[in-house]
């Protein structure tokens, strides 16, 4: 986030409270026209509290079928379920092109059995893996906004800082300029005495 040019004011209004000076000061906008985020992370720094990450980041709330829906996911993702499936596709169709000589075949060719239960697996194991994806989805957007929550603060806490620093140095600026203007009105004094006794 590029840093908004700040206006220039003659300072924070005497009334104004924190929530207030700082979205003026950091975001160039009033704090009621925040987004609820940034409001919160305005009162984050404001408080000086740590960013704690969204309990329900680390609960596991799931339910037996969200659970069973993430296990199918990482069971018919893997290369274990693609090679143990074409195993069985590969005996499957062995056992019913040899055995049909021994008339033992269960489901001789062209296989309608077989594409029969691979239809009904695609249709039981898509929708399941659809709905883990979908949870994966909105845990991922949580997690996204508390990192987006973490990364605005750190980004204001800097722009803060650097306003504290500036303020330092132009404290410090400003002493020294009145300690030089000091020494120089000296100066003139000490030579106006020289010139006097010459």
């Keep these: 986030m590029a840093r908004v040019a700040k206006p220039k004011t003659a300072g924070p209004r005497p009334s104004e409270e924190p929530h207030e000076r700082l979205s003026r000061e950091l975001l160039a906008c009033r704090y009621k026209d925040l987004t609820p985020i940034q409001r919160s992370v305005i009162d984050l720094v404001v408080t000086e509290a740590p960013t704690a990450s969204d309990p329900m980041l680390r609960a596991d709330d799931r339910t037996f079928g969200q659970r069973l829906a993430d296990q199918v996911a990482a069971v018919g993702g893997s290369w274990g379920f693609i090679i143990g499936f074409g195993v069985a596709l590969v005996l499957w169709i ?13 489901d001789p060719y062209p296989f309608i059995f077989l594409n029969l239960m691979l239809s009904m697996v695609a249709a039981i194991q898509a929708p399941v893996i659809m709905m883990s994806q979908n949870r994966a989805a909105i845990r991922d957007r ?37 300690k030089q ?11 106006g005495k020289l010139a006097e006794r010459k």
Excluded at 95 to 101: A, F, I, K, L, S
């Design 181 to 191: 203007n000091e020494a120089i009105r000296l100066l003139k004094v000490q030579v």
């Design 94 to 106: 062995g056992w019913n092109v040899v055995g049909h000589y021994w008339r033992v075949a269960f």
């Design 142 to 178: 949580e997690a996204a906004e508390h990192d987006y929550v973490v990364n605005l603060r750190a980004e204001l806490e800097i722009m803060h800082l650097h306003d504290k620093i500036d303020a330092m140095r132009e404290g410090q600026m400003m002493a020294m300029l009145k």
